[in-house]
Nanobody
Framework: QVQLVESGGGLVQAGGSLRLSCAASGSIFTIDHWGWYRQVPGKQRELVARIISGGSTNYADSVKGRFTISRDNARNTVYLQMNNLKPEDTAVYYC???????????WGQGTQVTVSS
């Protein structure tokens, strides 16, 4: 089992910044990929950024150049630094841990990010 707890969401004006944190605990050694997803009401959850085993990263086109995903192994924490935020970034952001062995996804409880224009 892996437990994920997000923090750092909130209300920010357009152009501002936020940093989301995801504290992981449990059998984290079984996890291959770490990521952040977001979801707005009525739409599917979408990938924002991901760290793949080996350290490479993927980003949604809409956030490239503005968001940065990173991982602190000593703290068992994954971060999402979000700069130059736009109103369309408003969503609930979820931390994700993916295990390739059985294609299993772990999810955090989500944290709300609201960007005002």
């Amino acid at each position: 089992q892996v437990q994920l707890v997000e923090s750092g969401g909130g209300l920010v004006q357009a152009g501002g910044s936020l940093r989301l944190s995801c504290a992981a605990s449990g059998s984290i050694f079984t996890i291959d990929h770490w990521g952040w997803y977001r979801q707005v009401p009525g739409k599917q959850r979408e990938l924002v950024a991901r760290i793949i085993s080996g350290g490479s990263t993927n980003y949604a086109d809409s956030v490239k150049g503005r968001f940065t995903i990173s991982r602190d192994n000593a703290r068992n924490t994954v971060y999402l630094q979000m700069n130059n935020l736009k109103p369309e970034d408003t969503a609930v952001y979820y931390c994700n841990a993916f295990r390739r062995l059985d294609l299993y996804d772990y999810w955090g409880q989500g944290t709300q990010v609201t960007v005002s224009s």
